[in-house]
């Protein structure tokens, strides 16, 4: 089975947290901003979309610490001289992604056909999509679905279920060795349709598995009887 899977790498939370201090730091204008883009003091979608891009801007001019630099040359080594096309899937993650009450599904970037001398850049990328608008709409709405509860004053505010309050949560991110696919797609161990744990459903398609996660086909389905 080993010889089907690709080779991948973690970039963890432990390397990104730099990088979220200092977009944190308390004193600094990205912190104003991250604060008030959570607490949705921000309305205007022109101010919301302003906002946001300046948080990915600075995300893309973040200074590496040395343990940083090491791990992205160790990585860029990899890419050159293990990985097949000396290529690779820069794939974002982050710890609130599919919790209980937000999933962040298709939130986060991901970054394609990624050469070694192009992997910061890609890293950097998927961790400036942690601050896209797109998020920040899906955080409020989902936190105005949520319960509320009454502070010390005795006024009601939203619960915070997300897990996302006024630090931002970890991030990290996988290096995949990119596979040239002639078909690929997307394998539910449960049917996400009717939530038979029995079943088990997959979509896909001809062509990177891009296609079937963002629509842009019409991928086949196939749905099997785990059971018999």
Same mark, same amino acid.
């Given at each position: 089975?080993?010889? &089907?899977? #690709?080779?991948?790498?973690?970039?963890?939370?432990?390397?990104?947290? #730099?990088?979220?201090?200092?977009?944190?730091t308390n004193n600094s204008s990205s912190s104003n901003d991250y604060t008030r883009l959570l607490?949705?003091?921000?309305? =205007?979608?022109? =101010?919301?979309?302003? *906002? !946001?891009?300046?948080?990915?801007?600075? !995300?893309?001019?973040? #200074?590496?610490? %040395?343990?940083?630099?090491?791990?992205?040359?160790?990585?860029?080594?990899?890419? $050159?001289?293990?990985? *097949? &096309? $000396?290529? *690779? @899937?820069?794939?974002? $993650?982050?710890?609130?992604?599919?919790?209980?009450?937000?999933?962040y599904a298709g939130m986060f970037e991901t970054e394609l056909g990624v050469s070694s001398r192009?992997?910061?850049?890609?890293?950097?990328? !998927?961790? @400036?999509?942690?601050?896209?608008?797109?998020?920040?709409?899906?955080?409020? @709405?989902?936190?105005?679905?949520? =319960? %509320?509860? =009454?502070?010390?004053?005795?006024?009601?505010?939203?619960?915070?279920?997300?897990?996302?309050?006024?630090?931002?949560?970890?991030?990290?991110?996988?290096?995949?060795?990119?596979?040239?696919?002639?078909? @690929?797609?997307?394998a539910f161990s449960a049917n996400p349709l009717n939530s038979d744990r029995d079943e088990c459903?997959?979509? /896909? $398609?001809? /062509?990177? /598995?891009?296609?079937?996660?963002?629509?842009?086909? %019409? *991928?086949?389905?196939?749905?099997?009887?785990?059971?018999?």
């Amino acid at each position: 089975l080993r010889n &089907h899977v #690709p080779k991948s790498y973690a970039l963890s939370t432990s390397f990104f947290q #730099p990088w979220v201090d200092a977009i944190l730091t308390n004193n600094s204008s990205s912190s104003n901003d991250y604060t008030r883009l959570l607490n949705g003091d921000i309305t =205007e979608t022109k =101010e919301l979309e302003e *906002a !946001c891009q300046k948080l990915k801007s600075q !995300c893309m001019t973040l #200074p590496l610490t %040395t343990s940083q630099q090491t791990a992205l040359k160790e990585l860029s080594n990899i890419i $050159s001289t293990q990985f *097949a &096309h $000396s290529l *690779a @899937a820069v794939r974002s $993650s982050a710890i609130e992604e599919d919790g209980t009450d937000m999933s962040y599904a298709g939130m986060f970037e991901t970054e394609l056909g990624v050469s070694s001398r192009n992997l910061e850049v890609a890293v950097r990328r !998927c961790f @400036a999509s942690k601050f896209d608008v797109r998020v920040f709409l899906y955080m409020r @709405a989902s936190h105005d679905d949520g =319960e %509320t509860e =009454e502070d010390g004053d005795g006024d009601q505010k939203n619960q915070n279920h997300g897990g996302t309050s006024d630090k931002a949560g970890g991030f990290a991110v996988v290096v995949m060795e990119m596979v040239d696919a002639i078909t @690929a797609g997307v394998a539910f161990s449960a049917n996400p349709l009717n939530s038979d744990r029995d079943e088990c459903v997959v979509d /896909g $398609s001809y /062509g990177l /598995g891009v296609s079937v996660v963002d629509g842009s086909v %019409t *991928a086949d389905r196939y749905v099997y009887d785990k059971v018999t």
